[in-house]
């Protein structure tokens, strides 16, 4: 895999994807513990474990870095080769907390175009990177 650019849009998505997989990682878990709970599953898991997960995939950019679709994920629901990312339980679990036809909206918003802008991508990490600050959780 080629190195990415320091600078580049790609280097930025890199950037903006990790803090906010810590965001949605920790928003799930208890600021205490560091604990939650998987949203397809069910199973207790911790922040430093468990995978940012997307109901839509994240090479859909409309959807990538939308709080609602993502959501704390223990890696064996997420993992592609184990559980194809329980996609139907995940939209099952989104309708639930969100209302009736959310997964559906994030279906359909998902199959929208879209590029970003360099300012656009850095704009994002600065915005998740802030909020993982004000979470209490040590991620």
């Known amino acids: 895999m080629a190195t990415k650019k320091k600078g580049s849009i790609p280097w930025w998505k890199a950037k903006a994807d990790k803090e906010f997989s810590k965001f949605i ?34 090479q859909h950019l409309t959807t990538r870095y939308d709080e609602k679709n993502v959501h704390l994920q223990c890696k064996k629901c997420n993992n592609k080769d184990w559980n194809q990312g329980e996609q139907y ?44 600050k004000e979470l209490e959780v040590g991620v």
């Open 89 to 132: 339980k995940h939209g099952k679990f989104i309708d639930k907390k969100y209302g009736e036809g959310t997964a559906d909206e994030l279906y359909r918003l998902s199959r929208e175009r879209k590029q970003f802008k360099e300012y656009q991508i850095i704009e994002i990490f600065e915005k998740y990177k802030a909020k993982v």
């Open 25 to 58: 990682r920790g928003r799930d878990t208890d600021s205490h513990t560091g604990w939650g709970f998987c949203c397809t599953c069910s199973v207790p898991t911790h922040y430093k474990g468990g995978d940012a997960g997307h109901f839509q995939p994240r």
